[in-house]
């Protein structure tokens, strides 16, 4: 097991966006990436966390990431539009789309919008979590695939052809708990393996394959040519390609490579335009908590609902700090030392506090 570094959040994000800004990132879309960051990190999800970090600044580094790019918006109508995120960080592009999609779903009662050249977005669920904040549903899908590569196997195949092509869902509950679904369609996300690798432990069973197509659990083989499964065999499959489908309204097929360029997809339900929403968020909630009230079957200690896990990580995490295994902390400090930065706990700024309160 790897050694842990232990970080309060605030401390975290000024060294996340400390490096983001040595890399000639503009300081107000340090910020959004950053948050993004530690908010997946807060909700236990370190698999969206400062873990990738380097490979950002890697992007930035070999020019694939324009890191002062802004998202530009265009094909408008009152209730739909294209975002081009410039090749710019996807994080921001996606906060300033689901800003605007919310905005467009409040005059119009939904929206939907499609992206092109945009990179990783980070966590799905932090989207999702944006739109009920705003009183909405919110679907987020991301994915793309081809013939001749990806990280995932179709059923029945025999090498990757598929992205780990998430989807998430979020809902207003009228409280910090929304109800949130957030999955790749493979086993686990690919993000997971990196922890795993991070942390020097194997996968569980049943999620990878080695090149050969024999069932593994060492991380090794993935990068060796290994793939993902998908969840729930043909089902997580049909779900897989029914992403990269609604992915593909971007206009990113490659007819010739019978191929689908990784593509993002939002829609956002404004819930007024169907029903009152206090009376909506009520009934939600006491749903849900009928659900749980449920009692647990043997070697369950309770039955948890979407959003249950991220809300209790985040107060967990606010009060007792976020651990970072050493091997990411070291690549952290690598990329301080190349970019001429510090990441003392002196960078903290009250702001940074402010946002981290519990």
Not at 89 to 101: D, K, L, Q, S
Not at 167 to 183: C, E, L, M, Q, Y
Not at 249 to 256: A, H, N, R, V, W
Request: charged share 20%; net charge negative.
């Amino acid at each position: 097991m790897a050694e842990m570094h232990c970080f309060d959040a605030s401390s975290l994000h000024a060294a996340t966006r400390q490096l983001l800004t040595g890399a000639d990132t503009p300081r107000h879309i340090a910020e959004d990436v950053a948050e993004v960051l530690i908010n997946a990190n807060l909700a236990g999800h370190d698999s969206h966390g400062v873990l990738r970090l380097p490979g950002y600044l890697n992007g930035v580094s070999n020019g694939g990431t324009q890191p002062a790019a802004e998202p530009e918006m265009s094909n408008e109508t009152a209730n739909t539009f294209r975002i081009d995120g410039k090749n710019g960080f996807g994080h921001y592009t996606a906060r300033r789309a689901m800003e605007r999609a919310i905005e467009k779903a409040k005059q119009a009662d939904n929206c939907v919008v499609s992206f092109v050249n945009t990179g990783h977005i980070g966590r799905l669920g932090e989207y999702a979590e944006q739109a009920a904040r705003g009183g909405c549903i919110g679907i987020i899908t991301y994915g793309g695939g081809s013939k001749n590569r990806g990280g995932t196997v179709p059923f029945g195949g025999a090498h990757g052809g598929l992205g780990t092509n998430p989807i998430a869902v979020g809902v207003p509950t009228g409280d910090n708990s929304p109800f949130i679904i957030d999955f790749a369609t493979s086993m686990i996300a690919a993000g997971k393996i990196s922890v795993a690798a991070s942390m020097g432990v194997d996968l569980p069973e049943g999620c990878i394959v080695d090149k050969h197509g024999n069932p593994s659990v060492k991380t090794a083989d993935f990068s060796d040519g290994g793939s993902l499964l998908t969840f729930g065999a043909h089902k997580g499959y049909a779900f897989s390609l029914l992403v990269c489908l609604l992915g593909g309204l971007s206009g990113t097929f490659d007819i010739e490579r019978a191929a689908m360029g990784s593509s993002t997809l939002m829609q956002v339900i404004n819930i007024s335009a169907f029903t009152p929403l206090e009376p909506y968020q009520e009934g939600v909630r006491a749903f849900l908590d009928g659900i749980k009230s449920i009692p647990p079957a043997p070697g369950f200690d309770e039955v948890l609902v979407p959003g249950d896990f991220e809300s209790r990580s985040r107060s967990q995490r606010l009060a007792n700090g976020i651990d970072v295994p050493d091997t990411v902390y070291s690549q952290l400090q690598t990329w301080a030392e190349k970019l001429s930065v510090s990441l003392s706990e002196d960078l903290v700024e009250a702001a940074d506090v402010e946002r981290y309160q519990a």
